[in-house]
């Protein structure tokens, strides 16, 4: 998975017409600055308003996932950022004319085309991922529906859809690495039974429905008389039934075709948490509302963890800089560089991991016999951590300085000892102006605050 993230080098169009609505519609992908996330915007509006693609946002899941803010309305958002999270985008503004992505075949597959046609770019930050802490589940028991999310240091996805249907039955599908998103789940096409169809037309649905996009399953004897209406209904000549109980005589892309599409859905509707996935996903008969509600429970663990003090460490997880990378960025060095990996960062906070051991060269003079880490050192090393954070807001970090400016509302809570392991969180108080830093930072062993304070740091070319 990437390490940063990533947009497009330059906008990219397609056109058609929406599965749902019938309106033809074209699709504008462009460019977008570090942290921009997903945003959709309707440029057939007055004032051309955005919809962010964000859990909250979704308004509607009749047969697909709908979002609406600022007065504004996306149908059937899921396949357009399942392609998005299958190459690894981060940033992407998504212009439209018209209420709904084109359907072009019902898959995933031309919007991956057409952004590899323009390419993606690598940008100066760190994608920040969310990493499942601990088991996530959602259970819809009269739907016989479970999603969970275990941790993983990495995005794995697999769904098992059994409908009771002679034509399709059991099926399941995976995904064990993102990479494997284009060649094995992207060209997968969205599908309804057959008995789903005169429903979803009653209902103002599929208007834009057509059998190249959208597969229809026969799970029934069907008469001839039928099929003629089938044919007026979907504005054909013709309709036939194949053996294999396809509607038209489609044929599959894969055997497990519908399994592979409900993995592509469950993508598309977890993209709505806002920050890129690291777990093992497992969805048993998952639909949108169960994959909408399963991502706002997701959204819910992300804000709790994310506003809780304590930063949480597992050392057995791959740290975003090790020591090396962090000797290329600070520089610090032997006996002074104080931090030996950054486990968390992105546009306003980092944390940082201190190994106290008694090795270190200060602990021979404090005190013998009573080894206590000086507390001018933890303030250091929490500089130093931020010093990461200020640093990461520029293309050359190897080219500046950063620079104590002051110290405000210092206190140490406990005594540091060999054996303690220090997590420093530094968080920006306020937006950088001027090359001039002001953040707040917390040092924490066993999840008790020892030491806290404010720091305001200058960032200087070293060139000036």
Partial sequence: MFDKQHTIKAPVTVSGVGLHTGVQATMTFCPAPVNHGFKFQRIDLDGQPTVDADVDNVVDLSRGTTIEQNGARVNTVEHTLAALVGLQI?????????????????SSLPFIEALQTVGLEEQNALRNYFEIPNEIRFVDHSRGVELAALPLNDYRVTVMVDYNSPVLGSQHASLTNITQFQDDIAASRTFCFLHELEALYKSNLIKGGDL???????DRVVSEEELGELATMLGKPKVAVKKEGILNNVDLRHKNEPARHKLLDVVGDLALVGRPLKGQILAARPGHAANVAFAKKIKKKMLEVDSSPVPQYDPSRPPVLDINQIAAVLPHRY??????????????TVTGVKNVTMNEPFFPGHFPGNPVMPGVLQIEAM??????????????????????LGIENCRFRRMVKPGDTIIFKCQLISPIKRGIAKMRGQAFVNGKVVMEAEMSASIVRKDA
């Fill in 90 to 106: 981060d940033n992407v503004l998504i212009q439209l004319d018209g209420p709904e992505p084109p359907i072009m075949d019902g």
């Fill in 212 to 218: 190249s996009n959208a597969i229809v399953v026969v």
């Fill in 335 to 348: 006996p002074f560089l104080l931090i030996d990996k950054i486990i968390h960062l992105d546009a306003t």
């Fill in 383 to 404: 500089a130093q951590t931020g010093g990461i954070l200020v640093l990461n807001t520029v293309p050359d970090p190897e080219n500046y300085w950063t620079y104590f």
